[in-house]
Nanobody
Framework: QVQLVESGGGLVQPGGSLKLSCAPS????????MGWYRQTPGKQRELVAA???????TYADSVKGRFTISRVTAENTVYLQMNSLKPEDTAVYYC?????????WGQGTQVTVSS
């Protein structure tokens, strides 16, 4: 069993920045594909950004150039740096980790972009 602890959400004004973090309960950041997803009420959870075990990153078109996913192996943590935030980025953000046949999700952290 793996727990994912997320932090960094909050309220920010349009154009502002936030940095989310996700730390697994086991040292898996360097060997497991991980990603950030988001969900708003009534909509399906959607991929925001992902990073493979080889370090290859992918992004949703809506966040390209604004968001950056990264990992720090020494900290066993994956980050999502979010810049130039827009009201439409408002959602609950979830961290995801894949390990073998298992998929683990964090508890979610609320990001609200509003003036």
């Amino acid at each position: 069993q793996v727990q994912l602890v997320e932090s960094g959400g909050g309220l920010v004004q349009p154009g502002g920045s936030l940095k989310l973090s996700c730390a697994p309960s086991r040292s898996l950041v360097s060997i497991a594909p991980m990603g950030w997803y988001r969900q708003t009420p009534g909509k399906q959870r959607e991929l925001v950004a992902a990073i493979t075990q080889g370090g290859i990153t992918t992004y949703a078109d809506s966040v390209k150039g604004r968001f950056t996913i990264s990992r720090v192996t020494a900290e066993n943590t994956v980050y999502l740096q979010m810049n130039s935030l827009k009201p439409e980025d408002t959602a609950v953000y979830y961290c995801k980790l894949e390990f073998g046949v298992y998929v683990y999700w964090g508890q979610g952290t609320q990001v609200t972009v509003s003036s």
